[in-house]
């Protein structure tokens, strides 16, 4: 007997649903056995994790916030990783945008009314594209290639920011301690809901929503699906993959950035030596978590973000490492990815020949 | 005199895990597979090479173990994208996270305790000879390991039909494939090769750079070591001076800052990473090169028909 | 909708049981941290500190800890969450965590915040750090007579005050012995990472220092010291072990006195918010063994120690010079705490600039 792959003809939609699914199931069931191997209660273990983030409002919100960051990322790699462009250094464009974004209330601290906060998000989506632009042209214009380019821009992006924040935009106020000046007024991003959950829930909402009716509905969104998977056919219907590819990194780099000036005017409120902890390079795994789809992404993002917290919870409350969140987190990406595979493959029981003779004989 | 024989040591001990991944990853990839979780494979690599010094205090052992440990790694990936075809480039990162989390897991017991160190070759008199005896004779034995390595594996992909097939197998799976290649094992073997010396980078640096185990030691040699393999545009001579040249800037950034250049620390750090892409550029324009080196099927999963 | 509500509140009101019952007989310390606890370095200092609080106030504390918060709205999430489990003391031990403090305990007025090396405090949040610049004066002094060229070389993490003071401490320690010292500073912009710490360690040797200084916390650059035969000093903690040839002595960091002064100051209802500073006098900066060094080198370091530890020499006292010349302080007088504690400019001698 031999398992063998064989190709659905279309993609299977009960299996696009299932399989993530599927994926946390194991993921629950591996984690059912982690937990009982370090001799806790795996029940207990499970509760904290997955649970209890969920029953009071406060850590619902803290959810929240943690995840808009990275679904307002994700959604912009997914239309990059859509047209087969592999953007990895959103965190530097992240980077990017918070500074573009802070110089405003840094230079002009006292500039205060209604403009502010629309003009940093403008500066900041602006960086952040700039910033993208880069392995994008590099992409086209050289051939560099761009996951390599894009990695590396995130290193110089964050040494930037860490120079710009002990620096020349440290506040004169502070003690030399390596912060820029507090946000104040006008300059913090208003909170739209609840104690701590902002304006930018509300962007990442709206843009998901627009990546989603983009990608279904419209030319571009089809010039981008049929460019990823298959450039030749798209080259013949006269689609440019060097645009494409532009586009992709201008789209997903103003997203990073405007997350970026979104943290940094959110809830941080300064400008600090690190931006984030690392959310351009989450919401990689997010964007496949969420098979490429912005609805998707969304509730990919708020799993994510679960795992984090679920990760404190059973620190603090059992006492164990945060090195098994991110276990956890990377077996639950090998089980969505392998699961994956029967959106579009079918799995064939085939029996070798000898078998097969055999049973013939019988 | 001294101080330049000094720096030149120093470069080359910092070469050394660099050399060992990408030669892996060189492997790998020329096979068509881009595994990007060289970072997590050399993450347990190390902590493995240095518990197993720790338990046995047998360099031979802690050296095997840190292949064999990222080789394992390796085919966890295989696994996932050769025969479930799930997306390389998500799956490489997943490995990379995954792998720094377990390598952290399993080293709690190992953080703090002074690593038994690799003795040095040190032959008599040639390692004595001024300048040239420490620089070629002096040097760990791993340094010579990973220096054979890039030749074998330089012989081993232009100079035999096994590498032939490789290559093969990377440019065009298909007719790879329909000429009676087992695409898949070949891209197993391949890419568990690309682990087990990632895993030797790792433990170069547990047991050699620096005797001790700390999660994260890794520092973000891996993803240096896959720009590497696209600055050696696929070619092993390459990526030795690849290496060579990526622990040159970053080791003379350091002295800069101690002669006391008065430019900010930060800016000598970017040195590294925008060497690397400036490099990266003027290699890609080359497109001839990088037309006959670079395996066409990089990256694109297979499925065999039947 | 209503449902879920009134499960979120019953699971909150049993919390708040849990956590009345916790007051009623033990109190409950919380600890976040910025790195692993066993990172072999700062963190892993309030660890074990955490740990010696728990040991000698045996059944009336209770301790918790987060590990590896990123400073920023991850540590907000964090500091609340302990707030909210029970905890009646809480230490944030990083300096990124202030402002995050100062916004939870907002919200908590009667949970006791401390917040570690930073400069905010409240009603309810005490800041603490320790005199580290009074170790570094005496390993100055110490590597002035051990160093045959006279020069050291110091790996230094990132441009804060706190590094910055750390420098000239050891510059007017080593000044007190050779006015000719020299320094050769590289900043490797980590608080820890093993390899890099180490490759500076190497360039500052190739370049002719011949002790090694560090304020990054792995024990990478003393490795190197004993693989070329030179010396060094430890930082946060004893690192004997890494270098039994090569360490001269550490700057040992034992937050556990604080923590269980503090804890205890809960317990009894005294606990008032300040902004607290200790250092060798107090047990909160310790010294390694001094090894590896002649008999009279030990003995003069021991002297030093105790002439700071009784107040008779203050490691920043007058004259000060600035790198341009400027006189900073007179004869008789010391740099008062606030000068310290925002320090950004070097002391004459030191040939390095500082990064701007």
Avoid at chain 1, 156 to 181: C, K
Wanted: net charge neutral.
């Amino acid at each position: 007997m031999r398992i063998e792959l064989v190709r659905r003809p279309n993609r299977s939609r009960a299996m696009a649903v299932l399989s993530p699914l599927v994926a946390i199931f194991l993921t629950v069931v591996a984690g059912f056995l982690v937990f009982s191997a370090v001799g806790v209660d795996p029940f207990r273990a499970l509760y904290i994790y997955f649970i209890e983030p969920l029953t009071a409002w406060w850590s619902v919100e803290a959810l929240i916030v943690k995840a808009v960051p990275i679904v307002i990322i994700a959604v912009g790699l997914s239309l990059c990783f859509y047209s087969n462009t592999w953007n990895i250094g959103a965190e530097g464009q992240l980077v990017a945008g918070a500074m573009a974004g802070s110089a405003l209330p840094i230079l002009f601290p006292d500039f205060q009314g209604p403009l502010v906060m629309p003009l940093m998000l403008i500066l900041g989506i602006a960086g952040g594209m700039a910033y993208g632009a880069i392995p994008a042209l590099l992409k086209t214009r050289f051939g560099a290639n761009e996951i390599l380019t894009s990695l590396m821009l995130v290193y110089v992006a964050q040494l930037m920011v860490d120079w710009l924040a002990r620096g020349p935009w440290r506040n004169p106020a502070g003690h030399n301690f390596p912060d820029s000046r507090p946000f104040d007024g006008d300059q913090i991003l208003p909170v739209v809901f609840g104690d701590s959950v902002r304006l930018n829930a509300v962007f990442a909402i709206v843009i998901a929503v627009i990546a989603w009716f983009v990608l279904r509905r419209t030319i571009t969104g089809f010039q981008i699906t049929v460019l990823g998977q298959a450039p030749r056919a798209g080259a013949f219907a006269g689609f440019s993959h060097k645009k494409m590819v532009v586009l992709a990194f201008l789209i997903s780099g103003g997203l990073a950035g405007l997350a970026g000036i979104c943290e940094v005017a959110g809830p941080t409120g300064m400008l600090r030596t690190s931006v984030s902890p690392g959310y351009g390079f989450t919401a990689i795994i997010v964007a496949f978590l969420g098979r490429l789809n912005p609805i998707g992404i969304i509730f990919a993002g708020l799993l994510l973000a679960l795992s984090y917290m679920g990760g404190e919870g059973v620190q603090i409350e059992l006492g164990m490492s945060d090195q098994i969140t991110r276990v956890f987190q990377g077996m639950l990406l090998f089980f969505v990815l392998a699961c994956d595979t029967f959106i579009f493959y079918r799995v064939r029981l085939v029996r070798t020949p000898a078998a097969g003779a055999r049973a013939e004989g019988a | 005199m001294e101080m330049f024989e000094g720096i030149v040591l120093t470069i080359i001990t910092a070469a050394t895990p660099l050399l060992f991944a990408a030669i892996g990853e060189l492997v790998t990839e020329r096979s068509g597979v881009l595994n990007l979780g060289v970072e997590g494979m050399m993450a347990v690599g190390a902590v493995c090479g240095f518990a197993a010094a720790h338990l046995t205090d047998q360099p031979v052992i802690a050296i095997a173990a840190a292949a064999a440990a990222g080789a394992l790694m390796a085919a966890l990936f295989g696994v996932v994208t050769l025969i479930f075809v799930g997306n390389q480039v998500a799956s490489g990162l997943a490995l990379t996270l995954f792998g720094l989390g377990f390598s952290a897991l399993i080293g709690n017991a190992y953080v703090g305790i002074p690593g038994i160190g690799l003795p040095k070759l040190d032959i008599p008199v040639l390692s004595d000879i001024p300048l040239v005896g420490p620089i070629v004779f002096g040097e760990d034995p791993l340094t010579y390991l990973a220096i054979v390595l890039a030749v074998g594996v330089w012989w081993f992909l232009f100079h035999t039909r096994a590498g032939l097939i490789l290559r093969a197998v990377g440019d065009n799976h298909v007719s790879a494939h329909s000429l009676g290649y087992n695409v898949i094992k070949v891209r197993f073997l391949a890419v568990m090769f690309g682990g087990a010396c990632a895993g030797l980078g790792g433990g170069y640096l547990s047991l050699v750079y620096t005797p001790q185990w700390t999660q994260n030691m890794t520092g973000g040699r891996g993803w240096i070591a896959l720009a590497l393999v696209v600055f050696a545009t696929w070619l092993p001579s390459r990526i030795v001076i690849g290496a060579v040249l990526f622990g040159a800037v970053s080791i003379l950034q350091l002295h800069a800052q101690a002669i006391g250049v008065g430019i900010p620390s930060q800016f000598l750090s970017m040195l590294p990473y925008l060497t690397t892409v400036i490099v990266l550029v003027i290699i890609s324009r080359d497109r001839t090169l990088l037309r006959v080196n670079t395996p066409a099927c990089l990256g694109q999963s297979f499925v065999p028909d039947r | 909708m209503r449902k879920s509500f009134a499960l979120a509140g019953a699971v909150l009101a049993l919390g708040m049981m849990a956590g009345g019952a916790n007051a009623a007989d033990k109190v409950k310390a919380c600890f976040v941290y910025v790195g692993p606890h066993n990172d072999g370095g700062w963190s892993q200092g309030h660890d074990t500190a955490r740990l010696y609080a728990e040991e000698k106030l045996g059944d009336a504390v209770e301790t918790a800890y987060v590990e590896s918060i990123p400073e920023g709205p991850d540590a907000e999430r964090a500091i609340e969450r302990f707030a909210r489990s029970g905890c009646n003391i809480i230490f944030t031990t990083s300096f990124g965590f202030m402002d995050p403090t100062i916004k939870v305990a907002k919200k908590f007025p009667d949970i006791k915040f401390e917040h570690a090396t930073g400069f905010k405090t409240a009603e309810n949040v005490t800041s603490y750090n320790a005199r580290f610049y009074e170790g570094r004066y005496i390993i100055g002094q110490i590597a002035a007579k051990v160093s045959k060229n006279g020069v050291a070389g110091y790996i230094a993490s990132f441009p804060i005050p706190e590094v910055v003071m750390g420098i000239n401490a050891f510059m007017l320690g080593a000044q007190s012995v050779n006015p000719d010292f020299k320094i050769k500073v590289v900043w490797v912009n980590t608080w820890f990472d093993p390899g890099k710490e180490g490759d500076a360690a190497k360039a500052l040797f190739d370049q002719g220092a011949d002790v090694s200084v560090q304020h990054t916390d792995s024990p990478a650059p003393l490795q190197i010291a004993q693989e070329r035969g030179l010396q060094g000093f430890g930082q946060a903690h004893d690192m004997i072990e890494f270098a039994p040839k090569a360490q001269l002595t550490a700057i040992e960091d034992h937050w556990g006195p604080y923590y269980v002064r503090r804890i205890q100051a809960v317990i009894d209802g005294t606990w008032k918010s300040q902004a607290s500073w200790e250092g060798l006098k107090d047990g909160l900066v310790v010294m390694a063994p001094y090894t590896n060094m002649p008999a009279e080198v030990a003995e003069e370091a021991k002297a030093t120690q105790a002439a700071i530890e009784s107040g008779e020499l203050h490691p920043f006292k007058g004259p000060i010079f600035k790198q341009d010349g400027t006189q900073v302080i007179g004869e008789g007088e010391a740099l008062d705490d606030g000068t310290l504690l925002g320090m950004n400019w070097y002391v004459k001698g030191i040939d390095d600039q500082l990064p701007k």
